[in-house]
């Protein structure tokens, strides 16, 4: 296909090419302005709230929607700190709590001596509470209760992904914590996930257009 033009329309077809080239500037930046605009109303308005729910283990899934951001304006809003790494990609805090529930540590009989109106233990006494989730170790004697050890340990996961809505709706990026240990429980969750703006001057987009009308003028 050949675009024949006299030499009375050739300025005005180029003035149409530097008018596409701006209209693209104007889009791609107001694009960005709204996008940006978007994620710190979602940081706002939902105080990088989560969503908390049990798998079939019985872990507790925090999942929150990602706050994405460029790394300027992530570091400006103070979701984003900078020390070692360069060219950061994501970043997740979390505060995690760890509560232990009332639990009993039995004795044996043969410590224990009774008498009429009650019972007394022989000092001093070692005791040790183990299981999948915590282990624990003391001592009784007699100036009290010597707690030797507390040991919690838990596993802990970050994944950052895609999470689905259902056929035809659009997935929603979001960033999940799974923690192993039941009694660890997370009490604040926020993220923030670095995409840099897109340069209008390179958007593939543009310039395929630009393209197109520069190759029907040429030929």
Not at 1 to 12: A, G, V
Not at 100 to 120: C, K, L, M, R, W
Not at 128 to 139: K, V
Request: some cysteine; charged content about 20%.
């Amino acid at each position: 296909m050949k675009l024949n033009l006299s030499d009375k329309w050739k300025p005005h077809f180029v003035w149409l090419i530097i008018l596409l080239i701006f209209c693209g500037i104007i889009y791609g930046k107001q694009r960005s302005i709204n996008n940006f605009k978007s994620q710190i109303q979602k940081f706002n308005l939902d105080n990088l709230a989560f969503e908390e729910e049990l798998n079939e283990k019985g872990q507790k899934i925090v999942t929150q929607e990602q706050i994405i951001l460029s790394q300027k304006d992530a570091i400006k809003q103070g979701l984003l700190e900078i020390n070692r790494l360069k060219k950061v990609k994501s970043q997740v805090n979390v505060v995690t709590q760890t509560i232990v529930d009332t639990f009993v540590v039995s004795h044996t009989d043969t410590i224990v001596q009774y008498f009429e109106g009650g019972a007394f233990l022989k000092l001093p006494q070692s005791y040790t509470y183990l299981t999948n989730d915590i282990s624990f170790g003391a001592e009784v004697t007699e100036k009290g209760l010597k707690v030797n050890n507390i040991s919690i340990e838990n596993s802990a996961s970050i994944t950052i992904g895609y999470k689905g809505n259902g056929l035809f709706r659009k997935k929603t990026p979001v960033v999940e914590l799974v923690n192993s240990n039941p009694y660890v429980q997370t009490n604040s969750v926020s993220n923030v996930v670095i995409e840099e703006k897109p340069n209008p001057l390179t958007d593939p987009k543009i310039w395929g257009g630009v393209g197109f009308l520069i190759g029907l003028f040429i030929q």
